[in-house]
């Protein structure tokens, strides 16, 4: 280490506390309270970011008769939904969620969307450039009244409002009835989406997902009154809790998956299924396979007649969502939590195997455990995963990626692409199924943070889980992107660029850098916890969240939402400079040693490296003994009067003054400069000449008053070797090549690629790599 700089003892020594001067324009606003950025306390929501004593919501209860159509892709049903006007404001009238429209030929999505001609351009391309005239988009029938009396409507592309005769007034419900139909589009399309069908053309069938499949009570809320932004896409939903009893009619041969329990099984099962359904309900190690592939092989060959109804119940759900298809394989396992029981189960097509029967039911069970470890009991009676070549989540089911090779091999990049997709979307219904934020609004309430959560169930899965999100060196590259191409992650959803990065994977690493590294694992923890018990089944909104945090762990955080959620700013700390001061002993000895060395570091200079060897002739020429002389000199040898001085000086001391003087320590000043912007803990490893390490952490606020340069004095009794920022990559930084003392360089990698030698008969100038005869 260079730089050794001696301290006098009176500079150490010298009580009270020397205060930093504080640059005005370098002492921003990076530690200022969130105050007047967040909503103010109210009876319905607590400064200490819980529900008020005056909190409430709607709900909405659904009754529904739907048939699926297998001939001609399609679906007809009927609904009864009685609201709840749980408020306190009269409403003069009502908003549902009309999604299918989205798929519509006049549809907004499309002419929303830029796009530009390029030189290539693929058949999906062209077709989201010229859209679709296809038959899509629900067609509403009738709305009526509990009388038969006609409701006036209003269709807005994906919304639809009823005006109601007269206000619904606070405590009153309504109940009206509304028939329709839509057409099922094939999701393999350019279309795309969750909902729809898969063809499989060997045998002839079809797959059906049916989520978005009805018109949806909108939220109406006391932070924001009707929730009724335009679905185009990817805005997710904002859902009222209710009950549902759905009667779902399908072909005779088909399997039916559905949000909530079976209430006829006896009709819809075989004897057989049956008898393996209820040994499903206490196999607690591995699933019962209910319908097999073999039985589901002989289904798909032959095209059944006549029609089931199955008929599904589910209790306080935000959704409804099933799956149909005569090529099901069907397997359960129980699950025990909180002392009852849930069924864990997986639907999927022999295409999916074998690695959904080795997998997938297993998976959810695992799901269920680890995510009611860290915030309350799934308290639901079922959790279904259904192969289907993607990933969305509703209550109690979700559709899943993770399909092998025609032959049944896959790579490990498949295997886990599956095992992640399945514990995502089934932890979704904790966010937001059960803690239900509005997604429309902010994608990262249920995305960032069920992607945090699935990030620790994927370790607790697997010792060394390629997690592709989580870690805080992963999101350095989205926060190195260019500042154009960044936006806070409270933006609004439709106008995110990079979406991936900042609604799932930039606060699912805030998170775990909170736990990790702010927090510690026990106060986050709790605290977590504390969020999502205090919201289960209500609506929560960010504020809820940054209060919650604070108020369960007593770590002030607005500095953290500040900068990761309402901010661009990368992490860049760089380590500036480090001098190594130990204290002046004074002693005599030392002391000329110390100026001794200072001498011979001097710089040199071509004559007085030559005198170093050579005699003046002057001083021979005079006196002989001359040479003997020169020599012989010293002028840093010690003499009484130094060792006089030095007693003087001890003696004056007191036993703490000579304790310190004669400590040893060596300390090194650091100077830290903050690149990026974003404000973080300052985490050192200090290793030492012998061999040994050390961790020193340094809490964020050391930037309180200079936000972009700050200095720290650690005393230590080795010698430091190497000083490294951020050891363990817990930050986020950015640049890592900053963060060493003395300095490493990192390289860079680029790419080596193969090259192409011309054509016979063309000439690109010499081959570099090829050798010389």
Same mark, same amino acid.
């Given at each position: 280490m260079k730089n050794i700089r001696y301290l006098f003892l009176s500079i150490i020594l010298l009580p009270g506390t020397i205060l930093a001067q504080v640059d005005e324009q370098r002492h921003g606003n990076r530690f200022e309270q969130l105050g007047p950025m967040l909503r103010s306390p109210n009876v319905y929501r607590t400064a200490s970011g819980a529900p008020g004593h005056q909190y409430w919501q709607q709900k909405a209860d659904y009754e529904i008769e739907v048939e699926l159509n297998d001939d001609n892709q399609s679906i007809r049903g009927k609904e009864k939904v009685t609201y709840y006007n749980q408020s306190p404001d009269p409403l003069d009238y009502l908003w549902l969620q009309l999604d299918q429209n989205q798929r519509d030929s006049d549809s907004e999505t499309p002419?929303?969307?830029?796009?530009?001609?390029?030189?290539?351009?693929?058949?999906?391309?062209?077709?989201?450039?010229?859209?679709?005239?296809m038959d899509l988009g629900l067609k509403i029938y009738s709305v009526l009244d509990d009388q038969g009396n006609e409701i006036p409507s209003t269709v807005n592309h994906t919304m639809m409002r009823l005006d109601l005769a007269r206000p619904l007034m606070p405590g009153e419900s309504f109940t009206f009835h509304i028939e329709w139909s839509f057409n099922i589009h094939d999701r393999m399309s350019f279309i795309g989406g969750r909902p729809g069908y898969e063809y499989f053309e060997a045998d002839g069938n079809y797959l059906y997902t049916m989520s978005e499949w009805f018109p949806r009570m909108a939220v109406y809320s006391?932070?924001?009154?009707?929730?009724?932004?335009?679905?185009?896409?990817?805005?997710?939903?904002?859902?009222?809790?209710?009950d549902y009893e759905v009667a779902i009619t399908v072909p005779a041969d088909h399997m039916v998956g559905a949000t909530g329990v079976?209430?006829?099984?006896?009709?819809?099962?075989?004897?057989?299924?049956?008898?393996?359904?209820?040994?499903?309900?206490?196999?607690?190690?591995?699933?019962?396979?209910?319908?097999?592939?073999?039985?589901?092989?002989?289904?798909?060959?032959?095209?059944?007649?006549?029609?089931?109804?199955?008929?599904? &119940?589910?209790?306080?759900?935000?959704?409804?969502?099933?799956?149909?298809?005569?090529?099901?394989?069907?397997?359960?396992?129980?699950?025990?939590?909180?002392?009852?029981?849930?069924?864990?189960?997986?639907?999927?097509?022999?295409?999916?195997?074998?690695?959904?029967?080795?997998?997938?039911?297993?998976?959810?069970? &695992?799901?269920?455990?680890?995510?009611?470890?860290?915030?309350?009991?799934?308290?639901?009676?079922?959790?279904?995963?259904?192969?289907?070549?993607?990933?969305?989540?509703?209550?109690?089911?979700?559709?899943?990626?993770?399909?092998?090779?025609?032959?049944?091999?896959?790579?490990?990049?498949?295997?886990?692409?599956?095992?992640?997709?399945?514990?995502h979307e089934v932890g979704h219904n904790f966010f937001p199924m059960i803690v239900n934020s509005d997604e429309r609004q902010w994608t990262w309430m249920d995305e960032g943070l069920n992607t945090f959560m699935q990030f620790l169930a994927e370790q607790e899965w697997e010792r060394n889980y390629p997690s592709r999100r989580g870690p805080a060196h992963k999101i350095a590259p989205y926060m190195s992107s260019e500042k154009h191409l960044l936006e806070p992650i409270m933006t609004n959803s439709e106008n995110i660029i990079q979406f991936g990065p900042n609604a799932y994977a930039k606060p699912a690493t805030a998170l775990n850098i909170l736990r990790e590294t702010v927090m510690g694992r026990e106060l986050f923890d709790h605290a977590f916890k504390t969020y999502a018990q205090r919201w289960m089944f209500k609506h929560p909104t960010p504020d809820d969240l940054f209060r919650t945090l604070e108020d369960a762990s007593a770590v002030d955080l607005d500095w953290f939402w500040r900068g990761w959620f309402y901010g661009t700013d990368p992490v860049d700390m760089a380590i500036q400079d480090v001098k190594w001061y130990k204290i002046d002993s004074k002693k005599p000895v030392e002391v000329k040693a110390d100026q001794r060395e200072a001498y011979e570091r001097?710089?040199?200079?071509?004559?007085k490296t030559r005198n170093a060897t050579a005699i003046p002739e002057t001083f021979v020429e005079k006196d002989p003994k001359a040479a003997d002389f020169y020599n012989s000199y010293d002028r840093?040898?010690?003499g009484p009067e130094d060792e006089k001085a030095y007693n003087d000086f001890i003696n004056s001391l007191s036993s703490d003054e000579r304790a310190m003087l004669e400590s040893g320590l060596n300390f090194y000043e650091i100077s830290f400069?903050?690149?990026?912007?974003?404000?973080?803990?300052?985490?050192?490893?200090?290793?030492?000449?012998?061999?040994?390490?050390?961790?020193?952490?340094?809490?964020?606020?050391?930037?309180?008053?200079?936000?972009?340069?700050?200095?720290?004095?650690?005393?230590?009794?080795?010698?430091?070797?190497?000083?490294?920022?951020?050891?363990?990559?817990?930050?986020?930084?950015?640049?890592?090549?900053?963060?060493?003392?003395?300095?490493?360089?990192q390289p860079s990698r680029f790419e080596m690629f193969k090259q192409q030698l011309p054509a016979r008969g063309t000439s690109t100038g010499p081959n570099p790599m090829k050798k010389k005869r």
């Open positions: 002419k929303i969307s830029s796009n530009r001609i390029q030189p290539k351009m693929s058949l999906g391309q062209l077709q989201d450039i010229i859209w679709h005239d006391d932070f924001e009154g009707w929730q009724n932004k335009q679905f185009v896409g990817r805005g997710e939903f904002a859902l009222v809790f209710g079976l209430q006829n099984p006896e009709e819809v099962l075989s004897s057989k299924e049956m008898e393996r359904w209820n040994q499903a309900k206490s196999s607690y190690d591995e699933p019962v396979v209910i319908r097999t592939q073999g039985e589901a092989e002989k289904l798909e060959k032959g095209k059944a007649t006549t029609k089931k109804t199955w008929v599904y &119940h589910a209790d306080n759900v935000r959704d409804f969502a099933w799956t149909s298809s005569r090529k099901f394989i069907w397997d359960a396992m129980a699950v025990k939590l909180g002392g009852k029981d849930v069924m864990a189960m997986s639907y999927y097509a022999k295409e999916a195997n074998p690695l959904w029967e080795q997998y997938s039911t297993r998976v959810v069970a &695992h799901t269920l455990k680890s995510y009611s470890s860290r915030t309350f009991d799934y308290p639901y009676p079922v959790a279904i995963s259904v192969e289907a070549t993607n990933g969305m989540e509703y209550p109690m089911i979700c559709f899943n990626y993770g399909r092998p090779d025609s032959d049944g091999t896959y790579t490990a990049a498949i295997k886990y692409g599956m095992i992640s997709v399945i514990i001097e710089e040199s200079y071509i004559s840093f040898a010690v400069e903050n690149v990026g912007g974003l404000v973080m803990p300052i985490i050192l490893e200090f290793q030492y000449e012998d061999g040994s390490s050390e961790i020193e952490r340094i809490p964020a606020q050391i930037w309180r008053l200079d936000e972009y340069e700050v200095s720290k004095v650690f005393a230590k009794e080795k010698v430091v070797t190497q000083i490294i920022l951020d050891p363990y990559r817990e930050t986020a930084d950015i640049d890592e090549g900053n963060n060493y003392w003395p300095r490493q360089f």
